[in-house]
């Protein structure tokens, strides 16, 4: 004789855990876009100069080039990775072209949960570069937010975030099994 076992949603639901775990996903969803607006705030603001990070005077669009700054400031304080970064900035206006398509379909996929598995290493990929130029650290002489949120866009394309308040769903189907690198 065979005893059915309780699907995992069953007994998940007999403890009380399904609402719970739904409501997390959802918040997931919620930091997914959170961290894709934070990629966008920054392509605009780089691209317009807004006066936040970027003056007016030294936005893309007038010129100014996005990573000249920062990474100008990264050589200048010393960071021991500066062959590096004079390396990059030889290669403006590229690294400029590339930096500023990197934060546009960055941000993109993780606000609209399209593309998350490119997005999860393009991200992580460039939040390690972001944390590389940081250096020296000044706050922690080891993590930074930086080297969190790369971590964290991994995870979130790990456990499917872009389903959650996002059109992952609805693109996996999309895309399908012929290439789903695009996921």
């Not at 995992?8 to 930091?31: F, I, Q, W, Y």
């Not at 050589?75 to 072209?97: H, K, M, Q, Y």
């Amino acid at each position: 004789m065979t005893t059915a076992v309780p699907s995992s949603s069953t007994a998940a639901s007999a403890r009380g855990t399904v609402a719970p775990a739904r409501a997390g996903l959802t918040l997931l969803g919620v930091v997914r876009i959170m961290l894709g607006l934070t990629f966008l705030w920054a392509f605009l603001d780089k691209t317009v100069g807004l006066g936040f990070a970027t003056p007016a005077d030294r936005a893309w669009i007038r010129g100014g080039s996005p990573t000249a700054g920062f990474l100008g400031g990264a050589i200048e304080a010393g960071n021991p990775f500066a062959g590096l970064w004079r390396f990059w900035l030889s290669l403006n206006p590229v690294t400029d072209v590339l930096f500023m398509a990197g934060l546009l379909g960055i941000g993109l996929a993780l606000v609209l949960g399209i593309g998350m598995r490119i997005a999860a290493v393009s991200g992580a990929a460039m939040y390690a570069l972001m944390y590389l130029a940081s250096f020296p650290l000044t706050t922690n002489p080891v993590i930074d937010e930086h080297l969190v949120h790369g971590v964290l866009v991994v995870a979130l394309a790990a456990v499917g975030a872009g389903d959650h308040l996002g059109l992952g769903a609805a693109w996996r189907r999309l895309v399908g099994d012929r290439a789903a690198w695009l996921i």
